[in-house]
């Protein structure tokens, strides 16, 4: 079983993300890496005793056959650097950044599809909240012409990755709402609420399609809905479908599950929660169904 784990990226991410390895039965963490010994995330590793590093993608490199699967928790600009080191020696890379280079997972749309894939992007925590509804909508209806998101997170739990890669986020989710539901026109915003205390994550999703298949649709999106809660207990439907003539519009919210950040910061719970899905996932796959190493790509 490849199941042996490294992170790269100390922000409130990576040490979310930390506890959730160290909270699975079938994930084995090995490094957590960053660049700076005394930030706080460091420190954090530090206290469970986990091999770390402040010499982020140099030592994993120097350590490249002590680990199977990576999680990627620094930047857009960062992973695409990063991945050339993992595609050369054929890691497994999880990728929380926008840097949108791999191919686009949610894990209850396309995760099982994805089994050859080496590099598995999570797109956005707006795109993880929002696109398991948008997927509803185009299995309901005969086509979805135009798609919009709305998420509001707490500014609390919008870190400094985060602030940096907002152009990123737009981008990458607008470009994964096109390619989940074929739509023409996709739009997609992002508020940061500074209010307190603070408010938990809030999506709200505007569709406007023709052939809208009423009752499917209510279907659809309770069964989308149950299937996330199973690696996202905090993931509420608070507005049912509302169906106007062509117009669609329904909202969720996220609270997270507290293994590291507080509860209202469901939009890191929801993208890290994905990531351990794909992980705990890959891991059980026998190694003659993974990709060929970048080398072995070359020699074909």
């Known amino acids: 079983m490849s199941n042996r784990v490294a992170i790269i990226g100390t922000g409130s991410i990576g040490i979310d993300l930390m506890y959730k390895v160290l909270k699975s039965k079938q994930l084995d963490l090995r490094y957590v890496v960053g660049r700076r010994n005394e930030s706080p995330g460091m420190r954090e590793a530090m206290k ?4 770390v590093s402040s010499n982020g993608i140099d030592f994993l490199e120097e350590n490249i056959d002590g680990f199977d699967i990576v999680f990627d928790a620094t930047s857009a600009n960062s992973h695409i650097s990063n991945d050339k080191i993992f595609a050369r020696n054929n890691k497994f890379a999880i990728d929380l950044t926008p840097a949108k280079i791999g191919d686009l997972c949610v894990p209850v749309i396309n995760m099982e599809t994805l089994v050859n894939n080496r590099n598995i992007n999570l797109i956005t925590c707006g795109g993880q909240a929002c696109l398991p509804l948008a997927y509803a909508i ?5 086509e979805v012409e135009y798609i919009e ?3 509001s997170i707490s500014s609390d739990s919008a870190g400094l990755a985060t602030r940096e890669n907002l152009d990123e986020y737009v981008t ?8 989940f539901t074929n739509a023409k026109l996709s739009k997609a915003i992002l508020n940061i609420n500074p209010a307190t205390p603070q408010v938990c994550m809030q999506t709200t999703l505007y569709a406007k399609c023709s052939g809208i298949k009423k009752e499917a649709l209510k279907l659809e ?3 989308v809905v149950k299937r996330v809660r199973n690696y996202v207990p905090g993931y509420n ?3 049912e479908p509302i169906i106007d003539e062509n117009q669609i519009t329904l909202a969720v919210q996220v609270f997270g599950a507290g293994d590291y950040l507080p509860a209202y910061a469901g939009n890191l719970d929801i993208i890290n929660s994905a990531a351990i899905s794909i992980a ?3 891991s059980q796959i026998p190694s003659e169904l993974k990709a060929k190493s970048f080398m072995e790509e070359e020699l074909a």
């Open 138 to 142: 185009k299995r309901s209806c005969e």
């Open 48 to 51: 469970q005793n986990i091999t």
């Open 280 to 282: 705990e996932f890959r």
């Open 237 to 239: 439907l608070i507005l």
């Open 172 to 179: 990458t989710t607008e470009f994964a709402l096109k390619e």
């Open 149 to 151: 998101v709305i998420s």
């Open 221 to 223: 999106i309770h069964d």
